[in-house]
Each structure stands twice: as C-alpha cells, then as structure tokens.
C-alpha cells in the first residue's frame, strides 16, 4: 500500500513523500558486481518505508523490516563498509604531475534499515572470495544499517546464529573442508564494518584411530590397548573464533565424540596435545588434509606457527610443511 504526495515550488524544489507498507516485498536483487558492500535477494515485511526529502537529498528509511520468505543476504569482508568508493577508469600521463581526481555527486541517497532477522534469510559472510571461505549462517538478531551519502555504511546490533557452516579451502591442496556453526554463537556488529566482532564456535567431525598418536614402542607395550585404540572413532576439531572479523583470533580443541577411550594412554596423549599449541596445531592440519592423527615421531620440533593463529590457512600450511609431508605424499601419490 503506498500512500503519500510530490510537492514542489512552481516546479521548482521538488521534494517526495512517499510510505509503503507491506507484508511481503522483494526489497533487495542485487549482484555482486552491482554492489561491492552487500548483494543478493531478500524478500521482506516491513510495518513502513519512506521515501522523503528534495530530489536531489532522498533519505529512504525502512522501520522494523523482517524476512518473510527464502532470502540470503552477501556481506563480502573485503569491501564490507566502503560505501561512497566508486572505480573509474584513469590515464596518467607519465612525467607529469597529475592531481588526485576527487568524485563529486550532485545528488545525495542515504538510507536507514531497522531489521529484525530470523531464520528465513541466510547471512553469508564472504571472508575470502577468491577461495570461497565463508560463513554462511541463520540466526536472529535486530540490526540497524545505516549508510549515508559518500560516507562508510555502518551496521549495529546483535545477530545469534541458530545453525550455519564455516566453509575453508585450502587451494594448494584443492581440498574445502566445512565446520558446523554451534547454536548461540553471535556476530555483533559495532558501527564500521571493520569494528565487526566474532563470537564464534564451530566443529568438525572426521572419524580416526588413536592408536596413530603412539610410537612403535607404546603399541608393542599397549597390546591389550591397541583393539579399541585401533578402530577409527569420530574425532571433534573444535574451533573458536574470536575478536574482529578481519582477523579474529583462532584457538581449537581436539576430542573424541565418545570417551569410551578415556583411560588409554593414547588418549592421555591427546590430552597432553592439547595443552602444547605446536603439537595441537599440527593435528588439527592432519584431521583437517587427510582424517587421520600424525604419529609423534612426523610432528619434528620447533615452533609451527609463532604469534596468534588468525586463519587456517596458517595452520594448515605450517602443518603441511612441518609434520605431513609423507602424509601429504600418501594423499598425491608424489614422493616430491
């Protein structure tokens, strides 16, 4: 339903007063090459749009909008935030000084959106387009987007992710490897886009043996031990992420989905593994690349990673280069 009139000065400072109200309306079908800040299609309910203000300055402004079918909403975090930037084509003459080209808009558009968001629009985070890393999640939360004229869009409120996936490829390996997103995890966005932070947990489930954490040794003396350690179980790689979401701080724990292994040593071993972030960074690169633990003799000594873990992409490159290298030639087939 839309209601509201066009007034003007003997057509002259025409200005627009405009309200839509609906239940269901496709607000949003863009394209990533349409818009680098956010993309996709949402279709929405909303208690009222406006549309007001002199041609030339519209403010647009959407009150308490919610999903109200199938919607997916692109947040991509390279260019998250950068509303105002547009690319234009330059020539530089070289040898010459040329002045910084500064773009000027005549007309002005800024829009407000208060959302509530619910489980009917899927929020994807793009972390890494070119890999296709990504968080891809649904949940609830009230969020209010504001992005004025030629000024950086910013984003407030609280968002609890109900279920999701946190997608990683690893391209020197061709290998995507996907974590499920824990209930009540959050993303809380705090103005600038680049003040986004994580609270986030995520698992994955690969099922391995135990008995690859014991040596030569440990299995000729463990015989009794060696049936259970022996038969592949289902392995958590449990991942937090937390901190601002252009590099948010990566911690893990390794655990067995059932701990009817508890009392062997290959599980004290595991346990010992996590408390040393070289040995515990190392088998999580190993459940990652190929489901399987490395054997202590292949993790070598010396630190994997130095300083605080902010993508996998380190952890895996570290493990690959320091412990897995016959593993990684089992996996290729290429003893180089």
Known sequence: ILTGHFSHNLFKNMRTHLNVTTSEFEVMNLSSYENNMFYGNVIAGMDS?????????????????????????????SSGG??????????????????????????????????NLNTLAEMVIVLDPTNGDEIRAK??????????????????????????????????LFIRRSFI?????????????????????????????????????????LQSELTDDQTPQWVDVALQMNGLLNSPKLTFDIDLEDKHSQNSVAYQKLRYINTDARQQFAQVGSLLLVGQFIPPEGIGTGTAISGAVNN?????????????TSIINRLTGDKD
Not at 90 to 95: E, H, V
Not at 140 to 164: A, F
């Open 49 to 77: 749009l406006t549309l007001r203000g002199p041609f030339d300055n519209l403010r647009l402004n959407v009150y308490n909008a919610a999903p109200a079918a199938k919607s997916r909403i692109f947040i991509p975090v």
């Open 139 to 172: 949940g609830d939360g009230r969020i209010q987007m504001d992005i004025p004229p030629n000024n950086d869009m910013s984003i407030n409120g609280l968002y609890t992710i109900d279920n999701g996936t946190y997608t990683f490829t690893f391209n020197q």
């Open 181 to 221: 997103l824990d209930p009540y995890s959050t993303i809380s966005f705090n103005g600038p886009f680049s003040q986004t932070n994580l609270n986030v947990d995520a698992t994955y489930r690969v099922k391995a043996k135990l008995s690859d954490l014991l040596t030569d040794a440990d299995k000729t003396y």
């Open 82 to 115: 950068e509303a105002g930037t547009y690319s234009y084509v330059s020539f530089k003459n070289y040898g010459k000084a040329q002045d910084k080209m500064v773009q000027k808009h005549k007309d002005k558009f800024s829009v407000s959106i208060d959302a």
């Open 312 to 324: 996998l992409s380190q952890v895996l490159s570290s493990s690959a280069s320091t412990g897995l």
